[in-house]
């Protein structure tokens, strides 16, 4: 596969939106989903697919558009669709969440969703939000600024390219799925990464299709990055290159250079890449875990960057960079940190100074007893995973049906605003009768306008791992982490409440702890879960209820007509 950039027909994209008046526009698209053949690493197998694209369709839209999507189920399984850091002001009906904003959508039949576009800009992604189905389900949400010439805060690029990290089995995605729940194990680890669907060059049969990015020497491309892996933190390189982040999560960044990335599942990364190296050579950008615990997969994935005018391209040998240790959580985390807001009068920000709603989460690897210890995990018992020791389980009828039309029984009302016992968190040792936690399907009630703030805490029960933190409905204020135990009297003196970075996806570091804020003014049912898939499989997920405000446009907007039934 290989990507040529033509100015012309960038020119001209650029000079219709100029001639376009800027007023908010509908943007009309047919998602089909579908079982599809596809061949990667000298095997053939069906997946499911939308459009037949893996991956699926790249989405442009300018910041305060509406996308109408008609969505239809061809495929043998249920699925949803995800627009993941779409706030959807007052409209979660669709949101996606299989059994938390709606029921799937079953083969056969179709849905029309409605994506409500407000302040984001930048790069957002979408993908399925049923069972494990985002593995090969997803693709990019391009959100241009209203003026797509000076609306940028650094210099107009000569190009645009997303690159989304992706990954593959052999085996069946759904098969992996269920041999893992029923063995109550860790799942088997994938077989690829990929780049822009592709492994690359170090797997087999899969050097002809590498991805390549033609560049021209001296100019600037911005590079969109969607981390659509399934379990793991990633980090990126390009060879011989340092590029400057400007954008996380579809929000503008104070630029920083840096010769590494670490992105998490979930997160989108914005990145400037310089042409500025010996054009006579091509450079892999290349891509492999970061992973603190567990197994995964050690193997690396490439794209390759080309310059124009290149004839010795096959001939001059390619060399991959040297990356952090694959274990290196401080590598991780620094990354992150050193994330921040623009926060000037072209970009304000908005941080609440004061929280009316405190809230701290443990984030936890569980157990539980599985008769005569046959289960695969630790000493014979099952892997869970629980926020505030409570393992999240899943309903049949949505919640936000269940609100909506208030159906009792389906879940309650009293998530806890902390765990039920205070110790050690982050000790090396944590004794095994803490390791169990308890099943339930409560949500956390929140005032229209109030002021949350969250510290979630890493936890060390079985292994601890970092885990990225995903927010449905909102973005948050990331105003501060650490390593350890969260310190209330200490930490907070420290919060950085001048330019925090604004984000939907939050990893937290292994055996630390992160703290967000943000207002909760969108009424709707917003599900909040670690988006390693396998910790949601776990139940590492809570759900928020912000409650309507007092004036009608503070309130949530009615079900569309042909919302999916249980």
Same mark, same amino acid.
């Given at each position: 596969?290989?990507?040529?950039?033509?100015?012309?027909?960038?020119?001209?994209?650029?000079?219709?939106?100029?001639?376009?008046?800027?007023?908010?526009?509908?943007?009309?698209?047919?998602?089909?989903?579908?079982?599809?053949?596809?061949?990667?690493?000298?095997?053939?197998?069906?997946?499911?697919?939308?459009?037949?694209?893996?991956?699926?369709?790249?989405?442009?839209?300018?910041?305060?558009?509406?996308?109408?999507?008609?969505?239809?189920?061809?495929?043998?399984?249920?699925?949803?669709?995800?627009?993941?850091?779409?706030?959807?002001?007052?409209?979660?009906?669709?949101?996606?969440?299989?059994?938390?904003?709606?029921?799937?959508?079953?083969?056969?039949?179709?849905?029309?969703?409605?994506?409500?576009?407000?302040?984001?800009?930048?790069?957002?992604?979408?993908?399925?939000?049923?069972?494990?189905?985002?593995?090969?389900?997803?693709?990019?949400?391009?959100?241009?600024?209203?003026?797509?010439?000076?609306?940028?805060?650094?210099?107009?690029?000569?190009?645009?390219?997303?690159?989304?990290?992706?990954?593959?089995?052999?085996?069946?995605?759904?098969?992996?799925?269920?041999?893992?729940?029923?063995?109550?194990?860790?799942?088997?680890?994938?077989?690829?990464?990929?780049?822009?669907?592709?492994?690359?060059?170090?797997?087999?049969?899969?050097?002809?299709?590498?991805?390549?990015?033609?560049?021209?020497?001296?100019?600037?491309?911005?590079?969109?990055?969607?981390?659509?892996?399934?379990?793991?933190?990633?980090?990126?390189?390009?060879?011989?290159? =340092?590029?400057? #982040?400007?954008?996380?999560?579809? %929000?503008? &960044?104070?630029? !920083?250079? *840096?010769?590494? +990335?670490?992105? $998490? @599942?979930?997160?989108?990364?914005?990145?400037?890449?310089?042409?500025?190296?010996?054009?006579?050579?091509?450079?892999?950008?290349?891509?492999?875990?970061?992973?603190?615990?567990?197994?995964?997969?050690?193997?690396?994935?490439?794209?390759?960057?080309?310059?124009?005018?290149?004839?010795?391209?096959?001939?001059?040998?390619?060399?991959?960079?040297?990356?952090?240790?694959?274990?290196?959580?401080?590598?991780?985390?620094?990354?992150?940190?050193?994330?921040?807001?623009?926060?000037?009068? =072209?970009?304000? #920000?908005?941080?609440?100074?004061? %929280?009316? &709603?405190?809230? !701290?989460? *443990?984030?936890? +690897?569980?157990? $539980? @007893?599985?008769?005569?210890?046959?289960?695969?995990?630790?000493?014979?018992?099952?892997?869970?995973?629980?926020?505030?020791?409570?393992?999240?389980?899943?309903?049949?009828?949505?919640?936000?049906?269940?609100?909506?039309?208030?159906?009792?029984?389906?879940?309650?009302?009293?998530?806890?605003?902390?765990?039920?016992?205070?110790?050690?968190?982050?000790?090396?040792?944590?004794?095994?009768?803490?390791?169990?936690?308890?099943?339930?399907?409560?949500?956390?009630?929140?005032?229209?306008?109030?002021?949350?703030?969250?510290?979630?805490?890493?936890?060390? &029960?079985?292994?601890?791992?970092?885990?990225?933190?995903?927010?449905?409905?909102?973005?948050?204020?990331?105003?501060?982490?650490?390593?350890?135990?969260?310190?209330?009297?200490?930490?907070?003196?420290?919060?950085?409440?001048?330019?925090?970075?604004?984000?939907?996806?939050?990893?937290?570091?292994?055996?630390?702890?992160?703290?967000?804020?943000?207002?909760?003014?969108?009424?709707?049912?917003?599900?909040?879960?670690?988006?390693?898939?396998?910790?949601?499989?776990?139940?590492?997920?809570?759900?928020?209820?912000?409650?309507?405000?007092?004036?009608?446009?503070?309130?949530?907007?009615?079900?569309?007509?042909?919302?999916?039934?249980?």
């Amino acid at each position: 596969m290989k990507i040529a950039i033509i100015m012309l027909p960038f020119l001209l994209i650029i000079l219709l939106c100029v001639m376009i008046p800027s007023h908010a526009m509908t943007h009309h698209h047919n998602f089909v989903v579908s079982d599809t053949p596809y061949n990667r690493l000298c095997s053939n197998k069906s997946i499911l697919t939308v459009n037949g694209q893996f991956p699926g369709p790249t989405i442009y839209v300018t910041e305060g558009d509406t996308i109408a999507i008609v969505v239809t189920n061809n495929a043998t399984e249920n699925i949803t669709i995800h627009w993941h850091g779409v706030k959807q002001p007052r409209y979660p009906w669709s949101d996606g969440p299989e059994y938390i904003t709606q029921c799937p959508i079953r083969p056969g039949s179709t849905f029309r969703q409605k994506i409500v576009l407000s302040d984001e800009i930048g790069t957002l992604w979408w993908h399925a939000h049923s069972d494990w189905s985002r593995a090969t389900v997803h693709g990019a949400l391009i959100v241009y600024p209203r003026n797509k010439t000076s609306g940028y805060p650094f210099p107009l690029p000569h190009a645009q390219i997303p690159i989304i990290l992706g990954e593959w089995w052999k085996s069946d995605v759904q098969a992996v799925l269920n041999e893992f729940v029923q063995s109550g194990g860790d799942p088997n680890i994938s077989d690829a990464f990929l780049i822009n669907g592709q492994p690359g060059d170090f797997y087999p049969c899969s050097t002809q299709d590498t991805f390549k990015l033609t560049v021209d020497y001296g100019k600037t491309y911005l590079l969109r990055m969607v981390n659509a892996v399934m379990n793991n933190i990633m980090f990126v390189r390009i060879d011989n290159h =340092n590029v400057t #982040i400007v954008g996380t999560d579809g %929000a503008y &960044t104070k630029p !920083f250079t *840096t010769n590494y +990335i670490a992105i $998490s @599942p979930g997160q989108t990364i914005d990145f400037l890449l310089e042409a500025n190296q010996n054009p006579n050579r091509n450079y892999y950008m290349a891509a492999r875990v970061y992973a603190a615990a567990g197994s995964f997969d050690n193997t690396t994935t490439t794209a390759i960057i080309e310059y124009n005018g290149n004839n010795n391209n096959r001939t001059t040998p390619l060399t991959i960079p040297s990356f952090p240790d694959f274990n290196d959580t401080r590598a991780s985390a620094n990354f992150t940190g050193r994330l921040r807001s623009l926060a000037n009068k =072209n970009h304000p #920000i908005d941080v609440p100074l004061n %929280a009316t &709603t405190v809230l !701290f989460l *443990t984030l936890s +690897i569980n157990v $539980s @007893p599985c008769p005569n210890n046959t289960c695969s995990g630790p000493f014979g018992d099952r892997l869970l995973a629980s926020i505030n020791n409570i393992t999240f389980q899943q309903p049949r009828i949505a919640i936000l049906e269940a609100y909506y039309n208030m159906i009792r029984g389906v879940y309650g009302n009293d998530f806890p605003s902390r765990p039920p016992l205070t110790f050690n968190y982050t000790a090396n040792v944590i004794p095994r009768d803490l390791w169990v936690p308890e099943n339930g399907t409560e949500v956390r009630v929140l005032e229209y306008n109030s002021t949350v703030e969250i510290v979630f805490q890493g936890t060390n &029960t079985v292994s601890g791992i970092d885990h990225p933190m995903h927010l449905h409905g909102q973005s948050f204020y990331v105003v501060g982490w650490g390593f350890g135990n969260f310190d209330k009297d200490v930490d907070p003196q420290n919060y950085n409440l001048v330019d925090p970075p604004l984000q939907n996806t939050i990893a937290v570091p292994r055996n630390g702890w992160s703290a967000i804020r943000f207002k909760a003014n969108n009424p709707g049912v917003w599900l909040m879960h670690c988006h390693l898939e396998r910790h949601i499989s776990w139940g590492m997920e809570m759900v928020f209820i912000t409650k309507n405000g007092k004036t009608q446009d503070s309130k949530m907007l009615p079900p569309p007509s042909d919302f999916p039934k249980c």
